[in-house]
């Protein structure tokens, strides 16, 4: 399978060498040049297979080529079997129409485990297999930096950096990352927000000098892997709902639009997916933009589900130039606009053509809360702050009578336990295998928000690592 920039001036990559990237290097994200569409019949056919299963069959088009069959089955087994629920990524019924899809049983009760189990073992493969060794750095407003470390710290051909800002992701967040101790783990806590994370692990990919000389790679939510492996569950749900003969709509709790965007994949694949509902905190960014037209970036505000604390959604990229039929120019103006100004509007007709497939709805932390309180008394379900907000996003969205709603709940509770007691008085309890969490030592090395620091940083744990 052939990949494209969203910019149109990076080479065209393979499945591998996308997987490897991250980031193309005209600064855009690569998406499939054709993408792969399964007729009624072969969804039909899906049904009955297990979770694993159905990821090898979802996923297998997008590496043909790069990763053949019985590789992929066995990274697919690999990948779930550590998750502590049978069915991996479980349906429960809410209301009449209404379900959540707990994606929280990872190991580290995130829905970034999901995609991460796999794609790090997806790395070691690729690599083991050429011989090579990379740096993965990232960014984390929390979920994904332990969810990457978790996924890459047994692993041989990698060593792995995590930015995170420091005091604003949650102690079981910080902890999940900061005591993994395996030599090729560290982690950086940068005095700034997420966005500047995010910013100078982009300006760190910008440096192409510096991204040779220590073999940069990613697994931020930016990487193409990510995504792929995030279509699986949508389909998983979709079939335990009556696709491909039911449509289905989802309602995602959203930052970087990667989530969601996977929702939208699943749908050009033939899933029948008739709306995606956007869930956002009070930075709005995205509800703002399907309300107006308007991308207008503002400054980022600290709220209960931190990993929606982001101004500036990646992935959304991806979108824009689905809708702008791969217009590589064009998305190169928009966003190197968007850079300049903070603000980019979309051509009427590209807005337009979203509308009635998405919607989106803001709550603020009182919103929230007051969902977090409503469902535990009235279905007996203790949720997350970001779990809420997707939940309460797909109950305020105005459906087609009688289609069915999937939530998609995005953390375990005990990961945010300070709300979840806030909202229900009840604190919730760390799963058995992270009981001890609070008494595990941890490693962190504070750094400024300064790309110079930064490097100055990944070249010494590099060198230490290889020495
Ligand atoms: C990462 C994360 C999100 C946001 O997902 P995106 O793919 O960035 O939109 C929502 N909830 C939780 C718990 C997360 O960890």
């Given at each position: ?67 053949a ?12 079997a ?93 902890r ?6 395996s030599?090729?783990v ?16 982009k ?20 990487n193409?892997a ?38 939208y994949?699943?749908?050009l ?21 399907f ?13 209960l ?48 053509s ?26 007996g ?5 970001h779990?809420?907000?997707g939940?309460?996003?797909?109950f ?8 069915p ?63």
């Open positions: 399978m052939d990949y494209v920039s969203t910019r149109g001036s990076a080479p065209v990559l393979g499945f591998d060498d996308v997987l490897l990237a991250g980031l193309a290097r005209d600064g855009g994200l690569y998406l499939p040049r054709e993408w792969p569409h399964f007729s009624p019949a072969e969804i039909r056919a899906m049904r009955g297979l297990s979770y694993p299963e159905l990821a090898a069959r979802v996923m297998r088009p997008f590496m043909a080529g790069s990763v069959e019985p590789e992929l089955s066995r990274l697919c087994a690999e990948s779930y550590g998750f502590t629920h049978p069915a991996v990524a479980p349906l429960r019924q809410i209301g009449a129409d209404q379900w959540v899809l707990e994606l929280f049983h990872g190991p580290t009760l995130a829905f970034k485990d999901y995609a991460l189990q796999l794609v790090g073992r997806l790395f070691d493969h690729v690599l083991t297999h050429r011989g090579e060794r990379v740096t993965i750095v990232g960014a984390t407003s929390g979920d994904t930096g332990s969810a990457a470390i978790e996924s890459c710290r047994d692993r041989s051909a990698v060593d792995i950096l995590i930015l995170h800002p420091k005091g604003r992701v949650s102690e079981v967040q910080r999940q990352m900061t005591t993994v101790l030599s090729n560290s982690n950086l806590a940068v005095e700034g927000t997420f966005d500047d994370c995010q910013d100078l692990v300006s760190l990919f910008a440096d192409s000098a510096f991204r040779d000389e220590v073999r940069l790679s990613a697994v931020n939510s930016i193409w990510r995504v792929m492996a995030q279509i699986v569950y949508y389909f998983s749900a979709a079939l335990s709902l009556g696709a491909p003969d039911r449509p289905v709509g989802f309602s995602v709790p959203t930052g970087n639009f990667g989530n969601i965007f996977a929702g994949c699943a749908r694949m033939g899933l029948p997916i008739q709306r995606l509902v956007v869930g956002s905190n009070t930075n709005d960014i995205l509800t703002r933009f309300e107006s037209g308007v991308m207008q970036s503002g400054v980022v505000v600290p709220t589900s931190p990993s929606m604390d982001i101004q500036v959604s990646s992935n959304f990229e991806r979108l824009m130039s689905l809708v702008l039929n791969g217009d590589g120019a064009l998305v190169t103006d928009l966003m190197t606009g968007f850079r300049q100004t903070g603000t980019m509007a979309l051509p009427q007709g590209a807005w337009e979203m509308r009635p497939l998405f919607s989106a709805y803001r709550f603020d932390d009182a919103e929230t809360l007051a969902t977090m309180r409503w469902l535990k008394r009235e279905t379900e203790t949720l997350d702050p779990s809420a907000i939940i309460a996003a797909g305020r969205a105005v459906l087609e009578p009688g289609l709603m999937v939530a998609l709940a995005t953390a375990h509770p005990a990961k945010f336990p300070d709300a979840v007691e806030q909202a229900t008085g009840t604190r919730p309890g760390l799963p058995p295998h992270l009981a001890n969490l609070f008494e595990r030592p941890e490693r962190m090395e504070t750094v400024a928000n300064d790309a110079g620091a930064v490097k100055d940083a990944v070249r010494t744990f590099v060198g230490r690592g290889r020495a």
